[in-house]
């Protein structure tokens, strides 16, 4: 009997390395990507190695910003990707509870407003959106193309299908997400992005911050525009 445990044990022994060794590698951070929300532009920024590489057209929620509960606001702040739901499934894929339906959909679907095609489910790191995730808040696919650019969400960030499943496959869980109330031109990544592919945008909003200035200095206690 003691010989038999002992055989136990030793082989016990022999397999919990490898076990522990593929949950390490199964759960690797992704620490190169990062995502930048910006509610003004309802854009999100994919900054790879601290480089912007791709913007993408968004919707953040129709009723606010917020980390409320009940409220269906998209909440602001530092957040990560807790989890990433949809892995080959078509991009019009219909998901009800994070399952999918079997139900496949077109972009501009008429009449139908699920979740489609991958979802990536958001974790607060700040005290302020520490419920995001109980929240069920996500970045994911929606088949209102139609009202990208705008806020039209339930307090998720939507996105097109295709530009859904891409981002999908460029990060990993882990990643970070930072969603910001101002322009993504206020950032660093935001304007060497659009120094490259969008040097007239860079160049209207440098103007609109001197005119702030100039007004601000001419009548103290004006808004920023």
Same mark, same amino acid.
């Given at each position: ?109 008429? $009449?139908?407003?699920?979740? @489609?095609? &991958?979802?990536?489910? /958001?974790?607060?790191? %700040?005290? !302020? ?44 869980? $882990?990643?970070?997400?930072? @969603?910001? &109330?101002?322009?993504? /031109?206020?950032?660093? %990544?935001? !304007? ?34």
């Amino acid at each position: 009997m003691i010989r038999r445990i002992l055989q136990s044990a030793f082989l016990l022994s022999l397999l919990l390395p490898a076990t522990l060794s593929l949950n390490s590698c199964g759960t690797a951070k992704d620490t190169r990507n990062k995502m930048v929300v910006s509610v003004t532009d309802q854009k999100l920024l994919l900054v790879k190695d601290g480089k912007p590489v791709k913007s993408y057209t968004i919707s953040t929620s129709k009723f606010g910003i917020g980390s409320k509960n009940g409220s269906n606001y998209t909440p602001l702040g530092q957040m990560q990707v807790a989890r990433k739901i949809g892995d080959g499934y078509p991009s019009g894929m219909v998901f009800k509870s994070r399952r999918p339906t079997g139900e496949v959909l077109r972009p501009n679907a008429p $009449g139908r407003d699920p979740i @489609v095609g &991958r979802i990536m489910w /958001l974790h607060g790191l %700040e005290a !302020q959106n520490s419920n995001t995730f109980k929240r069920c808040v996500y970045i994911h696919g929606t088949p209102e193309e139609w009202r990208l650019g705008t806020p039209a969400s339930y307090g998720c960030i939507r996105m097109g299908q295709k530009d859904v499943v891409d981002l999908y496959d460029r990060i990993g869980e $882990g990643a970070e997400v930072r @969603v910001m &109330r101002g322009s993504l /031109l206020e950032t660093w %990544e935001g !304007q060497e992005f659009a120094k490259k592919h969008s040097p007239q945008m860079l160049q209207d909003y440098a103007n609109r911050q001197i005119q702030t200035q100039q007004l601000q200095v001419s009548n103290p206690g004006v808004a920023k525009l």
